[in-house]
């Protein structure tokens, strides 16, 4: 079982960035995929998903309309498309799976995740 994410960088405001999430077969095929982001002093905080069947996406307030979840199967990879980003966007982002096959937007909701990927935004 294993997540890796990639793609995180430095990007001025306005930019956007590609992240990716490498899954495992079993993960990619079985669960729901998130991402969650955590900025230094605050809490890991729900970003997006999309479940198991790529059928549905969810997104928190502060992305939506911004960042859009989309997979690839044949690559076993989710990515993560971030556009007009702003300085509060600044994080350090996870991907992670959930055997929950709608919506998931908690922590203790997601099975696995992968190691973090920072990204940072320069107003």
């Known amino acids: 079982v294993q997540l890796q994410a990639s793609g995180g960088g430095l990007v001025q405001a306005g930019g956007s960035l590609r992240l990716s999430c490498a899954a495992s077969?079993?993960?990619?095929?079985?669960?729901?995929k998130g991402w969650f982001r955590q900025a230094p002093g605050k809490e890991r905080e729900f970003v997006g998903l999309?479940?198991?069947?790529?059928?549905?996406?969810y997104y928190a307030d502060s992305v939506r309309g911004r960042f859009a979840i989309s997979r690839d199967s044949g690559k076993n990879t989710v990515s993560l498309l971030m556009n007009d980003l702003n300085a509060e966007d600044t994080a350090v982002y996870y991907c992670?799976?959930?055997?929950?096959?709608?919506?998931?937007?908690?922590?203790?909701?997601?099975?696995?995740w992968g190691q973090g990927t920072q990204v940072t935004v320069s107003s």
């Open positions: 992670a799976a959930t055997r929950f096959s709608g919506e998931a937007l908690k922590v203790y909701e997601y099975d696995y």
């Open positions: 999309i479940t198991w069947n790529g059928r549905s996406t």
């Open positions: 077969g079993r993960i990619f095929s079985s669960y729901g």
